[in-house]
T-cell receptor, first 114, second 116 residues
Framework: ETGVTQTPRHLVMGMTNKKSLKCEQH?????MYWYKQSAKKPLELMFV???????ENNSVPSRFSPECPNSSHLFLHLHTLQPEDSALYLC?????????????FGSGTQLSVL | AQSVTQPDIHITVSEGASLELRCNYS??????LFWYVQSPGQGLQLLLK??????LVQGIKGFEAEFKRSQSSFNLRKPSVHWSDAAEYFC??????????????FGQGTRLTINP
């Protein structure tokens, strides 16, 4: 248990569906991240939030829409996805600071787009 | 741009044998380097990190890594592996802070299988 909880663990959706991934951290961290993990590819940073403000959007398609209502919760809203979006989506958090703090990862949501 | 290369996609070693996982990075300045481990069905967990100072760093679970600037490498080692070490291992380099948060660039990962 890392203190970062992601739901659901698995999600199957059609290309016309709308769904949301949820991430919650109980560590008192101020920075939260979404990563995409595809088979045989490096982890890709998608979004970064620091003190609820989005500070990084790594050229992610608009069919992925993040939301960070407070420092403890992070959502990823999904709509009109493509089959190539099937992947493991990992949420992480860290304590904001001037250097590189340890990232704490959730177990991920395995997404399958049909 | 920063990048990380893990040349070995999959490695198999016998239980009790020594292990070395390779990592090469590309970064213009002094790098911040990390090794993370991902067990099946889990997120990533930090094994160790290098920021500065002693080039041999110790981590959790008996792992260590050595930073070699001349080779742009940060290889992970363990003298004797255990069956529980079977997992995917990721090397990462810090690619700049983002207003107090951070940006890491990860390698492709090396999957470690342990033979009994």
């Amino acid at each position: 248990e890392t203190g970062v909880t992601q739901t659901p663990r698995h999600l199957v959706m059609g290309m016309t569906n709308k769904k949301s991934l949820k991430c919650e951290q109980h560590l008192g961290h101020n920075a939260m991240y979404w990563y995409k993990q595809s088979a045989k590819k490096p982890l890709e940073l998608m979004f970064v939030y620091n003190f609820k403000e989005q500070t990084e959007n790594n050229s992610v398609p608009s069919r992925f829409s993040p939301e960070c209502p407070n420092s403890s919760h992070l959502f990823l809203h999904l709509h009109t996805l493509q089959p190539e979006d099937s992947a493991l989506y990992l949420c992480a958090s860290s304590q904001s600071g001037t250097g590189y703090e340890k990232l704490f990862f959730g177990s991920g949501t395995q997404l399958s787009v049909l | 741009a920063q990048s990380v290369t893990q040349p070995d996609i999959h490695i198999t070693v016998s239980e009790g044998a020594s292990l070395e996982l390779r990592c090469n990075y590309s970064y213009g300045a002094t790098p911040y380097l990390f090794w993370y481990v991902q067990s099946p069905g889990q997120g990533l967990q930090l094994l160790l990190k290098y920021f500065s100072g002693d080039t041999l760093v110790q981590g959790i679970k008996g792992f260590e890594a050595e930073f070699k600037r001349s080779q742009s490498s940060f290889n992970l080692r363990k003298p004797s592996v255990h069956w529980s070490d079977a997992a995917e291992y990721f090397c990462a380099v810090g690619a700049g802070g983002i207003q107090g948060a951070q940006k890491l660039v990860f390698g492709q990962g090396t999957r470690l299988t342990i033979n009994p």
